[in-house]
């Protein structure tokens, strides 16, 4: 089965080993990978821990939430609805002292080999997740009241002080503030009946998230990147065709799938829509019928006739 598109980690990892070693530009999305998969693995902590909440008065949890209000979209990780109030919940994966200036605004982190950070302040974010499902409720006719948990999940952190106005713990403090936040709301108002029905709207509301192509999103110019096929044990462009196969040239290993992964890298850094020359270049396959076949076999979306043909992905796929 071949895949539809990559992620937004498979993506960066492709884009690395496309970079030159030394540039600039690799060593940003390097940290940048870094910190997307430690924000996925504190995400995971986070649910883990919740297995913990149990509660008698019924609720429902959805994870990885995008839903969107006109033109605004968001990302929840975690939303905890109970017959009395909404919780949106965050999770940050920052190690180190961890300090809120309520008088700027400001969110900083000392570190002790980087010294001081000031970073975008979560609480800000999750302020705005909160009015982001307060209005979202209302429209679709809910009364419920929505309010936030900031959660630090990284087992190396200290808050040194806490923001004003959205409740923050670190893992293991959350199913407690989470009892302090619902009791803080003391009518029920939904039945568990109900409290389905909402999930239920919710999940059906669900947005694709679109990845904007690579090097919008980052700025980066296009001629940076290496073309050819990647081999996914060298990590070098050494894949070629070799009669009704795909080999790498260095180390013998089969990969069918690898000329795939390469036109679908190609979107992932450039977007769409793309011609078979381009493809051609990316890839340094020099045969327009074998490319012809590889964007025939991804089941993409056509426009245009023969040699003016353009290929794109199909939308509204999970990515
Ligand atoms: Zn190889």
Redesign the pocket.
């Known amino acids: 089965m071949i895949k539809l598109s990559l992620s937004r980690t498979e993506a960066l990892e492709a884009a690395i080993r496309r970079l030159p070693t030394h540039s600039p530009e690799r060593s940003f999305l390097e940290k940048e990978l870094y910190n997307i998969t430690a924000g996925m693995r504190g995400e995971q902590r986070l649910m883990k821990k919740l297995i913990e909440f149990y509660s008698q008065e019924k609720y429902e949890i959805i994870w990885n939430n995008s839903l969107s209000l006109g033109n605004w979209p968001v990302q929840i990780d975690g939303l905890l609805l109970t017959s009395r109030v909404a919780i949106v919940i965050e999770s940050k994966n920052i190690s180190g002292e961890l300090h809120f200036d309520n008088d700027t605004g400001e969110f900083y982190r000392i570190d002790s080999l980087a010294g001081k950070t000031v970073m975008d302040n979560p609480a800000i974010q999750i302020e705005k997740h909160v009015r982001f499902m307060k209005n979202w409720l209302r429209e679709h006719a809910i009364i419920l009241p929505v309010d936030g948990l900031l959660v630090f999940t990284a087992k190396q952190s200290e808050l040194k002080s806490l923001p004003q106005n959205i409740r923050t713990c670190r893992t293991h403090q959350m199913i407690e503030r989470l009892f302090q936040i619902i009791n803080d709301y003391p009518t029920p108002t939904y039945t568990k009946s109900s409290l389905l029905t909402i999930r239920r709207l919710i999940e059906n509301k669900q947005t694709p998230y679109i990845q904007k192509p690579l090097i919008e999103q980052y700025s980066i110019q296009p001629y940076l990147f290496n073309t050819g096929v990647y081999?996914?044990?060298?990590?070098?462009p050494?894949?070629k065709k070799h009669r009704r196969t795909w080999l790498?040239?260095?180390?013998?290993?089969e990969d069918k799938k690898a000329p795939h992964q390469a036109v679908l890298e190609h979107f992932a850094l450039f977007g769409g829509p793309v011609s078979n020359k381009e493809i051609r270049s990316f890839t340094g396959i020099n045969d327009r019928h074998v490319i012809k076949r590889l964007l025939t076999d991804l089941d993409l979306s056509k426009e245009g006739a023969k040699k003016n043909r353009n290929y794109f992905l199909k939308k509204n796929r999970d990515t």
Request: charged share 20%; glycine share 8%; with cysteine.
């Open positions: 081999c996914t044990h060298c990590r070098t050494t894949i790498c040239e260095e180390c013998g290993l």
